[in-house]
């Protein structure tokens, strides 16, 4: 039988945005000593805009390289392909088809298109083949970059921009008032993860995390003796939200992580895992 006083958490939870999947998380959640957020859409907004977009061949032009991904992105429901896929309206032209559209989980995208291998990419995916970047592609200002390859040779990039969202810093101020440590990781670049970093106060941050290696950063801190949970909205996250001792999936984000998750948290508000901690606890309190 399900406890009478986790029954009405549970009932207050989902008022407050939590929907709880597995109630022994739930009642450890009191428990929790550092958190790990992914950023985008969770501590971020994760409603990017492309800010400038380059070219780095000479066979495409810079509207070229943006058209080619905007192709790619349209069959990609990522924040940045949305972003992406806006921007190519400004171009009025004729956005051709993608065939075999794949995605490389927690890395980018990938299509054929007008008979070109075309991809867009992480930083960390540029990283794994030692593909180097030019000078002057990260500008003075922290943007998400990503690259477009074509034919597997890096062929341009585009610079996005988003937006922390208000509610985070509170949220993460309540979480060192608790003595809990507030870690991030991203698949985005330093510049960007420092920024957010800086601007929140995190106690640190991971970047150009490939998806095996935020399970990694999970077990590291769990050697380390912490109580881990962690946020994650994408299908790369689900293996780190496992490990985790209380895993979080954020509502905007796609089934396999709300699948694999404990808890989602339905508005995707850093300040509602707040009061899971504060009501795991006054559950807790109740029943002993
Ligand atoms: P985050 O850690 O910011 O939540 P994800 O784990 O969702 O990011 O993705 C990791 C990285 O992979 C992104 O920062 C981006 O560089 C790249 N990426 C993933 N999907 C796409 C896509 N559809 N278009 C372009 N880049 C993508
Ligand atoms: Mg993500």
């Known amino acids: 039988a399900i406890p009478l006083v986790v029954a009405i958490s549970t009932a207050i939870s989902a008022q407050k945005g939590l929907l709880i999947r597995n109630r022994t998380a739930f009642e450890n959640s009191r428990k929790i000593s550092a958190l790990i957020f992914d950023k985008t859409g969770t501590l971020t907004k994760g409603d990017f805009g492309v800010t400038r977009y380059k070219s780095l061949a000479e066979k495409y032009s810079d509207d070229e390289i943006l058209r080619l991904a905007g192709a790619l992105e349209q069959s990609s429901e990522h924040p940045i392909a949305v972003g992406i896929t806006k921007k190519i309206k400004d171009l009025k032209a004729d956005i051709p088809k993608a065939e075999n559209f794949n995605a490389i989980t927690g890395k980018g995208v990938e299509a054929r298109i007008e008979g070109l291998d075309v991809k867009v990419v992480s930083p960390g995916y540029l990283k794994d083949k030692s593909l180097k970047i030019s000078k002057g592609v990260y500008g003075s200002v922290a943007e ?14 585009i610079a996005l921009a988003d937006e922390i969202r208000p509610e985070s810093k509170e949220a993460i101020r309540h ?23 800086d601007e929140l106060g995190l106690d640190g941050f991971y970047a150009e995390v490939l998806p ?24 790369n996250d689900a293996p780190a939200l496992a490990q985790a001792n209380v895993g979080i999936a954020v509502g905007s984000g796609t089934d396999i992580a709300a699948e694999t998750a404990d808890i989602i948290l339905v508005n ?8 899971l901690i504060l009501f795991g606890k006054a559950t807790y309190n109740k029943m002993i």
Do not use: C, R, W
């Open 268 to 275: 995707s508000n850093p300040q509602d895992i707040l009061n």
């Open 212 to 235: 095996h290696q935020k399970v990694e950063i999970v077990k590291e801190m769990q050697d380390k003796g912490e109580f881990v949970a962690m946020t994650g909205d994408g299908v």
């Open 144 to 157: 998400t970059v990503v690259f477009v390859i074509i034919n597997e040779q890096l062929a341009g990039y």
């Open 175 to 197: 979480f060192k008032e608790n003595n809990i440590k507030v870690m991030m990781a991203t698949g985005d670049n330093k510049a960007v993860a420092k920024a957010v970093s």
